[in-house]
């Protein structure tokens, strides 16, 4: 092959090279010299930097936030005054289940008893020893749940009707064997009519009001986690 042959040759095969640098060039790149080398000790630093630009959500700390606005406490001594003059029994055994229960509130506890009277009175005419079980000492539901039995064993049967309190009053308190006693006289009206087997009425009538007077015993543990009050005792005035 002569020597315009082999120019011709290397002139084709020169542009082929020309050609594959120009494509790979595009694709990868080149280096311009001025590239800083890689170095790991410096990758964290523009982390670092990278980092300084992410915006945080904000976080509340507890020393910033706006103060909690709790129940303001009850003046013990101003709630036992309702219901006992000062230096009496009944209010230094207030004060003593007060000082042995931080949560003792003599308010709460008559209006809780009240309800609990309406509850038990009407749960024993109902015969619901459920109820019964929930709201008397273990010893006082054996008594409520006898005469239940005996008054069906009668095929008897009670309806009462609560109208209303007269007057209720505390009448002891104190702290004995670690349990909170409270002693309360209830005066009610009531209609109260117990009917036989054949619905006669045996007792009461249906349209005649009882002014009732019951003395109740509810105690509870005098510093333990159970909030509820229970029926201790009974005792009633006619």
Do not use: C
Not at 32 to 43: A, I, K, L, V
Not at 63 to 82: G, L, S, T
């Amino acid at each position: 092959m002569d020597n315009n042959g082999l120019d011709i040759v290397s002139v084709i095969f020169l542009g082929i090279a020309v050609v594959i640098f120009l494509y790979l060039r595009s694709i990868l790149g080149s280096r311009t010299g001025n590239e800083r080398p890689y170095n790991p000790d410096t990758s964290d630093q523009t982390q670092s930097k990278r980092d300084d630009n992410v915006v945080s959500m904000p976080t509340h700390h507890r020393e910033n936030r706006e103060p909690v606005h709790e129940q303001p406490e009850i003046d013990i001594a101003e709630q036992i005054r309702k219901y006992a003059e000062d230096d009496t029994v009944l209010s230094t055994g207030l004060h003593e289940i007060a000082n042995a229960d931080k949560n003792f509130d003599p308010e709460q506890f008559m209006q809780g008893a009240e309800r609990a009277y309406e509850m038990i009175i009407t749960a024993f005419s109902e015969g619901d020893k459920r109820t019964l079980k929930k709201l008397l000492a273990k010893d006082v539901l054996t008594g409520f749940s006898a005469a239940i039995d005996e008054r069906e064993g009668k095929g008897q049967s009670m309806a009462t009707q609560f109208i209303g309190f007269d007057k209720a009053t505390m009448l002891e308190a104190e702290i004995e064997n670690k349990q909170s006693e409270i002693t309360v006289k209830f005066k009610s009206s009531l209609i109260r009519t117990v009917y036989g087997s054949e619905g006669e009425i045996i007792e009461g009538d249906e349209k005649e009001i009882d002014k009732v007077t019951d003395i109740w015993t509810f105690a509870r543990a005098a510093n333990g986690r159970d909030p509820n009050w229970k029926l201790i005792a009974t005792e009633s005035e006619s």
